[in-house]
């Protein structure tokens, strides 16, 4: 079970997940792109002795096959970088809400991820685990500049806190450029469905903090919740004008995207996004009724190319996307 894909959240019909990482080093072990074979093994063990009694599953990169590694990626639990290091490895707990990455860009990335708008609870849960390792690990600290990690943008706080939204009307309505803009003005960065250099697929995007210097933590949470329920409240209005105002086009368009989900042999990878978006707002409006969100949330990470591409062993795009579409019927008739 991975909680944020398969339960439902708090305003879940615009935010699909809230999610927080903090970045740690230990003192006195340098940082992973100077590890030696002795110091990548010490920062296991010690990472492993000292997280707690809380049942944890640890899973190391050189022992897992490409596709386990693509899942991961694919639900928000590793990050790409990770897979590459042949030293990294992921500590899960058992509803995959906590991940604790190891030896990736930082000795220590601990990452918390819940369904919906809970960044408070999400926070919480990153909080308790940092607390837990660093009752018994000496970070790598400045009292000056915070926690010292091995790219400079997040030294400070260490801490990236972000939400995934979905933003079909906001992006309908063009009124998306504001969004930008708004959200550079106050310290914010808007990426595509994978965070930084990834493409903005199906009107989803991720917000999260620019600034991890010079800001607490609950003061970067603060600025983003501020932002986000803005965000909530503008896609709601527009949700509800679009279908008061053009009810029937709206229907037409959303159950075309269903039935060319469920009935299409072939589906490149940005039309499936596209009509997964339709399909989605269509859900959260009450015209479809008989989909599940979480189902939406499996169909989103399931027809990713790379995901694909791992599935079947194929570089094929013509494979990929008839496998795309073989993908979507499945989860459909389910």
């Keep these: 079970m991975t909680k944020w894909i398969d339960c439902s959240g708090p ?3 615009v935010v699909i997940s809230s999610r927080i990482r903090l970045a740690r080093n230990i003192e006195n072990i340098p940082f992973p792109i100077a590890l030696t074979d002795k110091s990548q093994q010490q920062v296991y063990d010690e990472i492993n002795k000292n997280i707690g009694e809380d049942p944890y599953e640890l899973k190391l990169m050189k022992e897992m096959t490409d596709e386990d590694k693509c899942i991961l990626v694919e639900k928000h639990l590793i990050s790409p970088s990770l897979v590459e290091s042949s030293y990294g490895g992921v500590l899960l707990n058992q509803d995959q809400s906590i991940s604790v990455m190891i030896n990736e860009e930082d000795h220590i990335r601990i990452q918390s991820i819940l369904p919906g708008f809970q960044l ?6 990153a909080d308790k685990t940092d607390d837990k390792l660093e009752s018994n690990i000496r970070y790598s600290y400045d009292e000056r500049l915070g926690y010292l990690t091995s790219c400079p943008t997040n030294v400070g706080t260490g801490m990236r806190a972000s939400v995934m939204v979905h933003l079909p009307g906001i992006t309908i309505t063009d009124y998306i450029s504001r969004v930008f803009q708004a959200a550079n003005q106050m310290g914010l960065a808007i990426r595509g469905i994978y965070g930084e250099g990834t493409k903005f697929l199906g009107n989803i995007y991720q917000i999260s903090n620019q600034l991890t210097l010079g800001r607490s933590e609950k003061e970067i949470i603060e600025n983003l919740k501020h932002v ?3 965000i909530i409240e503008k896609e709601r209005n527009i949700r509800k004008q679009l279908l008061q105002d053009n009810k029937i086009q709206l229907e037409d ?3 075309r995207s269903l039935g060319i989900l469920t009935h299409a042999r072939v589906l490149q990878e940005v039309e499936c996004m596209k009509l997964i978006s339709n399909l989605r707002l269509g859900v959260f409006l009450d015209i479809i009724k ?10 989103i990470i399931m027809t990713q190319t790379p995901y694909i591409k791992t599935l079947i062993n194929t570089e094929d795009i013509n494979l990929i996307n008839t496998k795309r579409s073989e993908i979507v019927r499945n989860l459909l008739r389910t």
């Design 11 to 13: 305003d879940e019909d």
């Design 290 to 299: 008989d989909i599940d969100s979480s189902l939406i949330n499996k169909m």
């Design 120 to 125: 408070d609870d999400t926070y919480e849960l």
């Design 253 to 255: 368009k959303i159950y």
């Design 228 to 230: 986000t329920r803005q």
